[in-house]
């Protein structure tokens, strides 16, 4: 079936330096990833999006690349900021319906002042 | 923009008993809702995923009869844990995917389930 992996628990940064979140993958069909961010208490939010392979999708800071060779959708920023401190979850959909979505383990961002 | 509430966001039961939970998608109508959970240490599981005028779909581990859930129109479901139990405990989530929007589920908040 299909699987998302993510290697780290949680990262701990100090503000302003660069991050990236590992994200690995497995399924059989043509994937459609996700990244969400899930601040204390609240609702996840969707982050970022993608099913082009090698074409970067950025949004507010975050970037990703899909890369289907390697399975992979690691998520980067280039400086982190205090606000940054979550909880991001990797996602796979199978499709691109998006209605049944495979979650990794979770990465939690804690960012330092 | 789309809102998506639970209610509610925790509750306790007693070992043996059931629970509902709502989910409320505002300010758009959601085609789609699907229940997950996120058990202690684990990540979100898909628990079933119901679209209005549709069968609703279970996933492997996950019963009709354990996890009852109503969509009766685009903006409301519930699903209630019958009979919980420990492993039962956790935060139920709902995602509701937007009509004309495929690609994208909006989430609640979630509902933490403590099963004493």
């Known amino acids: 079936g299909d699987s998302v992996t993510q290697t780290e628990g949680l990262v701990t940064l100090t503000k302003g330096l660069p991050v990236m979140l590992n994200c690995t993958y497995q399924t059989t069909y043509s994937p459609f990833l996700f990244w969400y961010v899930q601040h204390l208490n609240e609702a996840p939010k969707l982050l970022l999006k993608?099913?082009?392979?090698?074409k970067r999708t950025e949004h507010q800071g975050f970037y990703a690349t899909l890369h289907k060779s390697s399975s992979s959708f690691h998520l980067q920023k280039s400086s982190v900021q205090l606000s940054d401190s979550a909880l991001y979850f990797c996602?796979?959909?199978?499709?691109?319906?998006?209605?049944?979505?495979?979650f990794g383990t979770g990465t939690s961002l804690l960012v330092d002042p | 923009g789309a809102l998506v509430y639970q209610y509610p966001r925790r509750t306790i039961c007693k070992s043996g008993t059931s629970m509902r939970m709502e989910c409320q998608a505002v300010g758009f109508q959601a085609t789609s809702v699907a229940w997950y959970r996120q058990s202690p240490q684990k990540t979100f599981e898909l628990i079933a995923l119901s679209t209005v005028n549709s069968a609703i779909k279970y996933e492997q581990n996950f019963t009709q009869e354990k996890f009852p859930i109503s969509h009766p129109n685009l903006s409301f479901s519930s699903m209630t844990v019958l009979n919980a139990y420990l492993e039962d405990r956790g935060l139920y989530l709902c995602g509701a995917r937007r009509t004309g929007v495929q690609d994208t589920q909006y989430f609640g908040p979630g509902t933490r389930l403590l099963v004493l």
């Open positions: 996602a796979l959909s199978p499709s691109n319906m998006g209605y049944k979505l495979t």
């Open positions: 993608s099913s082009t392979d090698n």
